[in-house]
């Protein structure tokens, strides 16, 4: 039986003082969880040591919204997975649309990422998704098969099971748009049908694959229930102690 994992991606907001505010009121509402359901944030860099010692005492985790690929070095502006283990993260997002589409992320950095964050026994929440024209053009499912395949590439059997995949379909990331239930379950069928194939059903059966893109309060019941649905990647409603810690107890009542 998987458990269902609920990840805020606060994005670039929320410095150290604002982050303290937001982690004090998530606290005071949310900070014992139901033990079938994960919960996670991950803030900005500045913010990740705030979050860990505001979160120390509570079930709440902590993790980043990236990491580079080497190990240490000459790379102005970049953070290594040993500084995210160190700091105490335990997760981190690779490959969000955002950097493909901002910061020249590519298939092959979120492979290079991902073996990394495992190396660094951090869990990598691989993003995948189509935008509006992939989508209308029918070239979905293939490019998101691709997109799994190539982040998977060279990551062996055991540590498959310590990856999350997102499914964020660009098109609904921040626009108020959902996916419908029935599209979400349909691509994470999809996605957890191209990890059968790559390795193994056990091994398929056994990865998180959550859904992101608009998820609030109002919709995360309908879309949580999908059976292959399980959690959610979370912006926006993230950054709102009462909406995050909303969608937790919807969680905590379908696990
Ligand atoms: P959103 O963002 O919930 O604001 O749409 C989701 C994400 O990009 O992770």
Same mark, same amino acid.
């Given at each position: 039986m998987r458990r269902l994992l609920i990840a805020g991606n606060w994005k670039?907001?929320?410095?150290?003082?604002?982050?303290a505010e937001l982690l004090e009121g998530l606290?005071?509402?949310?900070?014992?969880?139901?033990?079938?359901?994960?919960?996670l944030v991950c803030p900005p860099f500045v913010s990740?040591?705030?979050?860990?010692?505001?979160?120390?005492?509570t079930d709440i985790q902590v993790g980043a919204q990236n990491l580079h690929f080497e190990e240490n070095g000459a790379f102005t502006g970049e953070i290594s997975g040993s500084m995210l283990t160190e700091s105490g993260c335990n997760y981190v997002i690779i490959g969000h649309s955002e950097r493909r589409q901002y910061f020249g992320e590519t298939d092959e950095t979120v492979n290079q990422r991902t073996k990394k964050a495992l190396e660094h026994k951090l869990a990598p929440i691989i993003c995948v998704?189509?935008?509006?024209?992939?989508?209308?053009a029918d070239e979905h499912y293939d490019l998101v098969k691709d997109q799994i395949t190539n982040a998977l590439n060279g990551v062996s059997a055991e540590e498959v099971l310590d990856i999350?995949?997102?499914y964020e379909p660009i098109w609904a %990331?921040?626009? /108020?748009?959902?996916?419908? +239930?029935?599209? !979400?379950q349909e691509m994470h069928e999809h996605i957890r049908n191209v990890v059968a194939n790559l390795y193994s059903q056990d091994?398929?059966?056994?990865?998180? %694959?959550?859904? /992101?893109?608009?998820?609030? +309060?109002?919709? !995360?019941?309908e879309l949580l229930s999908q059976a292959d649905v399980d959690g959610g990647l979370i912006g926006g409603a993230s950054l709102d102690a009462d909406s995050f810690s909303e969608i937790i107890t919807i969680a905590e009542e379908l696990a």
């Open positions: 670039m907001n929320c410095g150290p003082y604002d982050a606290k005071a509402k949310k900070s014992e969880v139901n033990e079938n359901v994960d919960v990740i040591g705030m979050a860990v010692k505001y979160l120390y005492d998704g189509e935008s509006l024209s992939q989508r209308k999350v995949i997102a %990331i921040g626009t /108020g748009e959902t996916a419908s +239930p029935e599209q !979400a091994a398929a059966d056994s990865i998180n %694959i959550l859904y /992101g893109g608009s998820m609030k +309060p109002a919709n !995360a019941q």
